[in-house]
């Protein structure tokens, strides 16, 4: 089965750092284009950052880029998401996803984790 289960969300102040996890199984992680993408109160889905299969090419969001950085461990099939200098606007469910297209903010998804929620106060 696939699946892609996210951890390391909590409650950081502003200007803090986090780091999510975003463990992955059942199909072929180096290969895999994963984006990050995360939902705020009350707003729609948002497309946080995309690490291209095979490459580890990375793109970002205007909102966080400089500030967020996305990378892989093949060892443990397992992505990261660090979160520095949060902001409280970057409170929000941030979810993992194996996407189809490096490309593409909005693109295709083939399988989705379950979330972890970081709420910066």
């Known amino acids: 089965d696939v699946q892609l289960v996210e951890s390391g969300g909590g409650e950081p102040q502003p200007g803090g750092s986090l780091k999510l996890s975003c463990a992955v199984s059942?199909?072929?992680?180096?290969?895999?284009?994963i984006s990050w993408i995360r939902q705020r109160p009350g707003k729609e889905l948002e497309w946080v950052s995309t690490?291209?299969?095979?490459?580890?090419?990375?793109r970002y969001a205007d909102s966080v880029e400089g500030r967020f950085t996305t990378f892989r461990d093949s060892t443990k099939d397992t992505l990261y998401l660090q979160l520095n200098s949060l902001k409280t606007e970057d409170t929000a469910i941030y979810y993992c996803?194996?996407?189809?297209?490096?490309?593409?903010?909005?693109?295709?998804?083939?399988?989705w984790g379950q979330g972890t929620q970081v709420t910066v106060s």
């Open positions: 996803a194996n996407v189809v297209s490096f490309y593409m903010d909005y693109g295709p998804v083939d399988s």
């Open positions: 059942g199909f072929p992680f180096r290969r895999a284009t």
């Open positions: 690490i291209r299969g095979n490459t580890d090419t990375t």
